[in-house]
DNA sequence: AATATTTGTTAGATTAGTCTAACTTATTGT
DNA sequence: ACAATAAGTTAGACTAATCTAACAAATATT
């Protein structure tokens, strides 16, 4: 078995080495604010369970196994997320706690009725993919709103980065997913991006902002 | 802080004081299939927490607050099967394990969401009485088939148990909750009771189906 | 009343998950 | 190349939650 606090180490390594090999002790005593000799020790306990690949002074990675396990868990963390918002009422920027908690529940029914209530999504409610039940992550291919050209039209796909705040100044802003939209300038000096919805009067966003925006 | 742990303890010991004032560590042990000496320590911690109070070799009673805290983690456990059932397709014989999980999730605002979904529910899916939101337990008036007489009319109105062997038994004879029938005959013998719903052939309860079988 | 049995308590061990302090290895800057 | 700094490891302590073994108190049986 596999407790919580073991599936909350194999998801930050999971999210930590995306678009990279391995996550060092360093990165993921940060990312999970947890000391390092205690981090340590935990990728000691997860290697003995063959989820982990760990040499001394090397940064760790999952094996597949781990990699599968860490999938189907962030499954359960998006399928909740998108069932709380769906089905439940809540919006965008209150559901990550919940799902934080939720997708510890051992019943693999529960998450299959969510799945099936829900229509079976792709996607959570901020746009990051679901992993299907066998552990595969499908890639999808957005790119960052600051990375666009004046004069492309785009369309809100994703956000990279789902911390409240952030999406409650998207909120307040009225931007969502599936909104389309024309990028009409992007100021050299500091990155901001200048866009127009429809006929509505251009909105500008700060580079902080159309770095963590994803369209296509 | 209250962990998952503690609080089933505290509904533990609310569960075996209904109808009596004290919990011995006997009865404790057994319920929750914990060894003596273990529900002892944690008597003693919960005592310290002013949930409990604790005196040597006398029965365990919850304190106010103790009360107040179980009756809430009812609360959270009783709208989660409430909730399985009405809106996630849930059987009744199915939902026990899940909510004995989710009622550990940390979030006020997820459980006024259920409430406020299923329109305020007074009962579980069956028939046990939801406490309110001060921890609030309201006494329904039911009795046991087993203790009515021939000729009344009653209503299947709860269950005493709520084993999945029970339920799956009354699911497959088609005894539902809000079910009228009339009581035709009474084993002397072995206090079975004969029943009729309208005008289908009568069915025959035995008394262990009938104590735990609740109307009004 | 004396003894046997059951119930409750104490003591000590174990595992998970965390920490701080001290030490070792690797990396960086001069 | 070598010293300084950063990163990783080991050792030892602590709390929560569990256990077994041993002991003490209460209850039941004869
Ligand atoms: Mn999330
Ligand atoms: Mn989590
Ligand atoms: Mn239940
Ligand atoms: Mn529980």
Redo the contacts with the bound molecule.
């Keep these: 078995m596999i ?4 599936e909350n ?1 194999l998801k930050a390594l999971f999210a930590l080495s995306q678009n990279k090999d391995g996550v ?4 993921l ?1 940060k990312h999970l ?6 981090v ?6 997860l290697a003995d369970k063959g989820l982990v690949n ?6 760790f990675s999952l094996s597949v196994e781990g990699k599968r396990r860490a999938a189907l868990i962030i499954r359960k963390h998006r399928l909740t997320e998108m069932f709380l918002v769906q089905k439940m009422g809540f919006e965008w920027d209150e559901v990550h706690p919940i799902a934080e908690q939720i997708e510890h529940i051992q019943s693999d029914i529960f998450f299959e009725k969510m799945d099936f209530l829900l229509g079976y999504p792709h996607t959570d409610p901020h746009g990051s993919p679901i992993p299907s039940l066998e552990g595969e992550l499908p890639i999808i291919i957005n790119k960052k709103l600051s990375d666009c050209i004046v004069g492309q039209e785009v369309t809100f796909n994703a956000v990279s980065n789902s911390s409240p705040e952030f999406l409650k100044f998207l909120k307040d802003k009225k931007m969502a997913l599936g909104l389309s939209f024309t990028i009409v300038n992007i100021e050299d000096y500091d990155g901001s991006v200048d866009i127009k919805i429809q006929d509505l009067p251009k909105v500008t966003l700060s580079k902080i902002v159309s770095d963590k925006i994803l369209v296509v």
Excluded at 24 to 27: I, K, P, S
Excluded at 40 to 45: E, F, G, I, L, V
Excluded at 54 to 59: C, D, I, V
């Design positions: 407790s919580p606090t073991e180490y060092t002790a360093n990165e005593s604010d947890i000391k390092m000799p205690t340590n020790s935990m990728m000691k306990r760990y040499e001394s002074y090397k940064p």
